[in-house]
């Protein structure tokens, strides 16, 4: 090996062993070791828990809003978040074990009310959970919102927006995401 990549994942390494235990200090549920380059995590920390060998790669952000509750995110093991990703919860965002999120992914668990009367900004968050089941993998780009369940096995395709569950695996692309295959 080039002895400047060998100084490259030694720096990488200590860096997120690091960020391990600065996570973990503020309160990060981690059980075990957790691959994390320069990830964001900016509040509410006790809310997250991480299983061990996942891996978060540069630009990810865990953002967890209102009041403070346990598991509000929960990435199980052998997931990878690609860069640029993030999980927007309000309620809860549960990733199941060996998942692949793409790169410039977001995942959200609520959206503001959009009644008549007072402005959008206004008015109260309207949330309901989100769940990737086991070995789901999210291409680049892809958006899903409150209330989807992504069943185990199931592939959605590159800028797909996921607006309802998607079933076992099952193939779905486009805006709104469509099935257009199987993986059965």
Not at 119 to 142: D, F, H, N, T, Y
Request: charged share 20%.
């Amino acid at each position: 090996m080039n002895p400047l990549h060998l100084i490259v994942r030694l720096i990488n390494g200590t860096s997120s062993r690091a960020r391990n235990m600065w996570f973990g200090a503020l309160g990060v549920r981690l059980t075990g070791y957790v691959w994390m380059h320069r990830v964001s995590i900016p509040r509410n920390w006790s809310d997250i828990l991480i299983e061990k060998g996942v891996s978060l790669d540069d630009g990810v952000v865990l953002l967890c809003s209102g009041q403070a509750k346990a598991g509000k995110i929960v990435i199980r093991e052998g997931t990878y978040l690609n860069r640029q990703t993030m999980l927007d919860a309000h309620e809860r965002i549960e990733i199941g074990r060996n998942c692949m999120i793409g790169p410039n992914c977001y995942l959200t668990d609520a959206n503001h009310g959009m009644k008549a009367g007072p402005p959008v900004s206004q008015q109260p968050m309207e949330s309901k959970p989100v769940i990737l089941e086991e070995g789901v993998w999210l291409g680049a780009g892809v958006i899903v919102l409150k209330g989807v369940t992504i069943g185990h096995n199931a592939v959605v395709g590159a800028g797909a927006v996921v607006t309802k569950d998607v079933k076992a695996r099952t193939i779905v692309a486009g805006v709104p995401a469509q099935e257009i295959g199987s993986r059965k």
